[in-house]
């Protein structure tokens, strides 16, 4: 059962651009939804991440937006840079005591292809 | 400071062969973990270490074992590797005295087996 599901599956974009990738979760305990960036070769590291208490959470040219009564939330890159091209994973761990706690629980993966 | 080491790198090993990944953190975290990568299944947990001298069962523990040797390293033995265990494997910790502070991952260990 994969309780976060990730699309599209791999994205490609021109430079300039803006990427959206797009997750939905099914387990309403969850309350920490972080994305992660993965370059080839290396592990994931964290990139922003999200509390259901706000809408939106911006740093830079990436962006959250999360719509909990959908369990929704996706990750916005603006004016997408050939760097930006990564894998990207959203993941969601749940509030103490749900028996999800720090323990992250990730999508399938989009792979995103920024052309120059 | 060189955060989340695993060794080795690479490996190759023939169905029914052991080995185990080595995991080492230099950040004094509390919290360790075993993930495996898969091209679309995304990361899915092992085992895990909330303390010293603790571990549980994650996602898709079947056919792993963990050790936690000290407050740095987390260890994942594979007994009798089987072709389905062929993944790119993924040691992270994280510190547990603040509330969801972020997963340091390794560069991974990417294992075959044939």
């Known amino acids: 059962q994969q309780q976060v599901k990730q699309s599209p599956q791999s994205l490609i974009v021109q430079k300039g651009g803006i990427s959206i990738i797009n997750c939905a979760y099914e387990?309403?305990?969850?309350?920490?939804f972080p994305w992660y960036q993965q370059f080839p070769g290396k592990g994931p590291a964290l990139l922003i991440a999200?509390?259901?208490?706000?809408s939106e959470k911006k740093e830079g040219r990436f962006t959250i937006s999360f719509n909990k009564s959908a369990k929704q939330f996706s990750l916005h890159i603006m004016d997408s840079q050939p760097g930006d091209s990564a894998t990207y994973f959203c993941?969601?761990?749940?509030?103490?005591?749900?028996?999800?706690?720090?323990?992250?629980?990730f999508g399938q993966g989009t792979t995103l292809q920024v052309k120059p | 400071n060189a955060g989340v080491t695993q060794t080795p790198k690479f490996q190759v090993l023939k169905t029914g062969q052991s080995m185990t990944l080595q995991c080492a953190q230099d950040?004094?975290?509390?919290?360790m973990y075993w993930y495996r990568q898969d091209p679309g299944m995304g990361l899915r947990l092992i085992y895990y270490?909330?303390?010293?001298?603790?571990?549980d069962k994650g996602e898709v523990p079947n056919g792993y074992n963990v050790s936690r040797l000290n407050k740095r390293e987390f260890s994942l033995r594979l007994e009798s590797a089987a072709p389905s265990q062929t993944s790119v494997y993924f040691c992270?910790?994280?510190?547990?005295?603040?509330?969801?502070?972020?997963?340091?991952f390794g560069n991974g260990t990417r294992l075959t087996v044939t």
């Open positions: 387990n309403t305990a969850f309350d920490y």
């Open positions: 992270a910790s994280r510190e547990t005295g603040r509330t969801n502070s972020p997963l340091h």
């Open positions: 993941a969601a761990s749940g509030a103490p005591g749900s028996g999800n706690t720090g323990k992250l629980i």
């Open positions: 999200i509390r259901p208490d706000v």
């Open positions: 950040m004094n975290h509390n919290s």
């Open positions: 270490s909330a303390s010293e001298g603790t571990t």
